[in-house]
């Protein structure tokens, strides 16, 4: 089928038909990516629909363990984190445009962002789930949107922390260029900020999509008023096939994930990463340039690419009704300067603030669970954190090596870091039943054997990074290092272990991080209706969570909590500053 | 009679260092910027001169003192104001044409307005054919001329250029400078001042109707000199580099207490000796082995002991702002002497080019301790320590009271750097201690 461009006459049935219609008729890229957008469209009604059907609380959800469901849950619970993922984006914007523009709300919301990223998510499910379901009564929509808050808060927070980053190290010379030519604030968030920002929030939507699968188990499959609501979903499923002890039936539920990863991959994220190649800022060195069939595609189409356009002329209209009505000469410009004692009355406020809630917190902790007992939980939190320790430890002695071994081989280190991001992508605690097969059935010690799950998940990231510092090793270096005979402990003490040093402990900090929170999934772990304890303190909150005593959930995320933050303050900041001065190229 | 578009007027500034005391930048700096002409400003790195061309664009405000755009006090950046960027400011996610249409889109210019405007800019500046380009794709002369045309576009009163070629080759220097003068003398651009900040000598003199000097701590304006003769300019034409010898006689001359500029009228200022520093004060930025390497050179053909400043630039390929320093420092351990322009060897500095390495390290740490105070300071500090060590920070905190915590940092960098060289200290990097020099300490 041929086209011409100048649309003259030859002879075919279109000639029949009015110009308007031949000339409306697209090319044949049109043609080949509407059933996709089609078939997009219908999947999304039909499951917004589903979203909203009639419930009351205490009614049994129809759910089964029938294999042709699976497709079906595939798309609600796809759905769930997309509007999720949504949620963050807009909660990181607000938050992230908060924190730089006004000092005052800085100083309070970077604090509280950090403590919201040490709590694990369990914690706030238990405690929204009641909110949202009087928020929807009648409908499963309050049930829906407590799911889709517990995926959210597995997501938002390193995506809000990533744009603060980003928005606060914008080049200077483009911030003034951007005051010089008169640029409003509306319009210089478009025009420079989020481009800046966009990549590493792409980056970061990524993995947050990917952490939302870890817990789609625990945010799917909820307990309130000693009830036990299960939505439809990939997460129930799976419950249910471990209370069956239904070993297939897992089986097929990660492979329907994993089409699910792939689907959503190349529909969406390829996409927007390759779009998004244009914002990359030079200085962050090269990486390689994403390509993405489908938006090749669109890009060769005639129609379906103005949709996006429209977009673009929406901000363009935008960024005119929001422009600067007055420039420094208006007596409007004026600066005046933050009187210091709003500055001291507002530091006043949230510091009483911070000890009116410390207080509480001590009071009910003494009224409610005990001395005693905050001194048990304190010892537990130790236990775990000493198994997180030498699990990275181990981790770092076999990956390490391997990593620099495959990182020095262009070829091979290419293939393996991808797999190893998926593999770090993958919810390592859909395999864990098989782990606890394997220690009943040997009469294992869980103590021990359970510990390994906490990083099996989050070890890959230790492998990726350690493979992205060896790959970035000068080459000068190296000859200079094989000139000079370097062998052995030499070559090690030397010149490989510092090098790779800077990207090993940020690979440690993501890895430590996962961990803790992985540590209540893998210390406490069920199969039919056996289960399995290691003492801990994630196993602690699982068990509270389990049983629904509060203050003491309370109590143990609050330990965690303090844990996380030390443990980030004392090793990681500082191993991080030093890789920063002395050991970076 | 012509009327003042920008004015300050006793304007000053200051800077709070690391532990809150306040550091003059701009102290009591008057300027005037009038209709037709175009000013450069020079200095030494941290004169002040980027501070004063950031207040002007009302970047930053000043603490006190007045400043006028037209006539009226300026607030933050005016619309007739525009600004040329040292390393060209372009949004590497806008196109040429979007990057040259920004200010238009930002004062709400209509689509076909702004596309005709930035269509003329474009042919103007000579990047006809490179619209949907990103700058990504273009090299860094084009960069810069999307940025000129960016800030022309806007139809600005005055254009203000932060260094605008020193991001750039020799040549494509050249080019840039000729085509905006270019446009400037056939008026083509309704611009009517150009504020132009460089560390290039030639380049000031020859686009320059005004050459300003400033002085460093703090920053005031140290000579002005007006020039009347035509664009374009010749380089090689007696009367410019008289002139540039002027500029740089009066930028190797010592520290000037004197309050108010000097005129060109008064004859060559400046001669004399170096007087001797501080102990707070800034040490010119110059590694050693650059040192060794000009004192050599002028000892060879041609110069034979004596150059001119100039000519020993080109010669050695240094730019101004490779060059002053390096010649200042020489200056200041009195291995050559700075006057009227010239470099020329001393006695010492004969003796230091005719000696082996060992006895020049011996020499350089002589005329170390002997010049630079704060190196005589840091080795008595040192003797008197039993334990042969002694920590580098408070003598950090001391630069820190008069100097911003950068400047303090780069004056530590080269007094621990020639330290070194000249064996008089030595520095223990992970430990932040001085430390007796190998040779002294004991085994």
């Known amino acids: 089928m041929d086209e011409r461009k100048d649309g003259s006459a030859r002879p075919s049935p279109l000639n029949f038909f009015p110009r308007q219609v031949v000339d409306a008729s697209g090319n044949r890229w049109d043609w080949a990516l509407l059933p996709i957008v089609f078939a997009l469209l219908v999947l999304l009604a039909y499951g917004a629909r589903q979203m909203a059907t009639p419930y009351e609380l205490g009614h049994e959800i129809p759910l089964s363990r029938d294999l042709s469901y699976l497709p079906y849950y595939l798309l609600r619970t796809t759905m769930r984190m997309f509007m999720a993922l949504a949620a963050s984006l807009v909660f990181s914007v607000v938050f992230a445009v908060l924190a730089t523009r006004y000092r005052a709300m800085e100083k309070v919301l970077i604090p509280f962002l950090d403590i919201l990223q040490s709590i694990p998510i369990l914690g706030f499910l238990s405690i929204t789930v009641t909110g949202f379901i009087a928020l929807f009564p009648g409908s499963l929509l309050g049930v829906e949107c407590a799911a889709i808050f517990a995926i959210f808060t597995s997501q938002a927070w390193n995506m809000a922390f990533s744009l603060y980053q980003s928005l606060k190290t914008v080049p200077a010379e483009l911030q003034e260029a951007a005051r010089v030519f008169q640029l409003s604030g509306w319009q210089r968030f478009w025009r420079l900020d989020l481009p800046y920002a966009m990549p590493a929030l792409l980056w970061n939507m990524m993995m947050s999509m990917s952490g939302g699968w870890f817990f789609v188990v625990a945010s799917e499959a909820i307990s309130v008023s000693n009830q036990s609501i299960k939505l439809p979903g990939i997460g129930s499923y799976i419950a249910m096939a471990i209370e069956a002890k239904d070993l297939n039936a897992i089986g097929w539920a990660v492979g329907a994930m994993l089409i699910g990863v792939l689907l959503y991959d190349q529909l969406f994220f390829r996409p927007l990463l390759a779009w998004a190649d244009k914002f990359r800022f030079e200085e962050i060195g090269g990486g390689q340039e994403q390509s993405s069939w489908l938006l090749t595609w669109l890009r060769r189409t005639e129609h379906l690419q103005r949709v996006p356009e429209v977009f673009s002329h929406a901000l363009q209209r935008s960024n005119v009704w929001f422009k600067r009505q007055h420039d420094g000469t208006s007596i409007r410009s004026r600066n005046t300067p933050s009187s210091p004692l709003l500055t001291r009355a507002w530091d006043a406020v949230v510091a009483a603030c911070v000890l009116i809630a410390v207080w509480q917190l001590v009071n009910f902790i003494h009224s409610a669970v005990g001395w005693t007992e905050v001194g048990h939980v304190f010892l537990l939190g130790f236990y775990t954190l000493v198994r997180v320790m030498v699990l990275i430890g181990l981790a770092a002695l076999i990956w390490v090596p391997i990593g620099i071994g495959i990182g020095m081989n262009p070829r091979l280190s290419e293939k393996v870091q991808a797999l190893a991001q998926f593999l770090a992508a993958f919810p390592a605690n859909l395999l864990f039943p098989i782990f606890v097969v394997g220690i009943v059935h040997f009469q294992l010690n869980p103590n021990i054997w359970l510990s390994p799950l906490m990083i099996f998940g989050t070890q890959w990231y230790l492998l990726f990074n350690v493979i992205a510092g060896a790959s970035t090793i000068p080459t000068e270096l190296r000859y200079a290092a094989r000139n000079l005979g370097l062998r052995g402990l030499l070559r090690w003490r030397r010149y490989l272990l510092p090098a790779v040093f800077p990207s090993f402990v940020t690979g440690a900090i993501t890895a430590s991080g996962g961990s803790w929170n992985a540590s209540i999934v893998s210390e406490y772990v069920s199969w039919g209706n056996e289960t399995l304890v290691a003492t801990g303190i994630g196993s602690y909150i699982a068990e509270m969570t389990a049983t629904g005593d509060f203050p003491r959930i309370a109590l143990g995320i609050g330990v965690m909590c303090i844990y996380v933050m030390t443990l980030n303050q004392l090793l990681w900041r500082r191993l991080y500053k030093l890789s920063e001065d002395r050991m970076h190229f | ?443």
């Open chain 2, 1 to 443: 009679m012509t009327q003042a578009i920008v004015e300050l007027k006793d304007v000053s500034k200051s800077f709070r260092s690391a532990d809150g005391n306040p550091r003059l930048v701009l102290d009591d700096v008057d300027f005037t910027l009038r209709d037709r002409e175009i000013v450069a400003l020079l200095g030494q790195s941290g004169s002040g001169k980027s501070t004063l061309l950031r207040i002007m664009a009302g970047l930053i405000e000043a603490d006190q003192g007045e400043v006028l755009y037209k006539g009226q006090p300026l607030y933050g950046p005016a619309r007739g104001i525009s600004m040329v960027f040292q390393s060209f400011a372009l949004f590497p996610w806008l196109t040429v044409q979007q990057n040259i249409e920004l200010g238009l889109e930002a004062r709400g210019v209509s689509t076909e307005e702004r596309e005709r405007r930035a269509e003329q800019a474009i042919d103007l500046i000579g990047l006809s054919g490179f619209e949907g380009a990103l700058p990504r794709e273009l090299s860094g002369g084009m960069r810069q001329r999307v940025g000129i045309a960016r800030a022309l576009v806007v139809e600005p009163d005055v254009l203000l250029m932060d260094e605008a070629f020193s991001a750039l080759d020799v040549l494509t220097g050249e080019r840039l400078r000729d085509d905006i003068l270019d446009l400037w003398e056939e008026r083509t651009i309704p611009t009517r001042a150009i504020l132009v900040v460089s560390h290039n000598i030639e380049e000031a003199v020859l686009m320059a109707d005004r050459v300003l000097v400033f002085a460093s701590d703090p920053g005031r304006v140290k000579y002005q000199m007006n020039i009347n003769l035509p664009r374009p300019r010749d380089p090689n034409s007696p009367e410019i580099r008289g002139l540039m010898d002027e500029v740089y006689a009066v930028m190797t001359a010592g520290r000037v207490r004197s309050h108010k500029p000097h005129d060109a009228q008064g004859g060559v200022p400046g001669e004399g000796e170096v007087e001797r520093l501080r102990l707070d004060e800034r040490l010119p930025e110059a590694d050693f082995s650059r040192m060794e390497g000009l004192l050599e050179r002028l000892v060879d053909e041609p110069f034979n002991g004596r150059a001119d400043l100039p000519y020993l630039g080109e010669e050695t390929g240094l730019t101004d702002e490779e060059l002053l320093p390096v010649a200042d420092a020489l200056a200041l351990l009195d291995l050559a002497h700075l006057a009227g322009g010239d470099l020329s060897i001393t006695a010492l500095g004969q003796r230091y080019v005719a000696a082996e390495f060992a006895e020049r390290q011996t020499m350089f740490g002589q005329q170390l301790l002997a010049r630079v105070p704060l190196a005589a300071h840091i080795r008595h500090s040192l003797l008197q320590e039993p334990s042969g060590e002694v920590p580098l920070k408070p003598f950090l905190d001391l630069l820190s009271e008069t100097l911003s915590a950068e400047e303090a940092q780069s004056v530590l960098d080269v007094v621990i750097e020639w330290g070194r060289h000249g064996e008089v200290y030595a520095y223990n990097y992970n430990t932040d201690m001085i430390q007796l020099p190998e040779s002294e300490q004991a085994d």
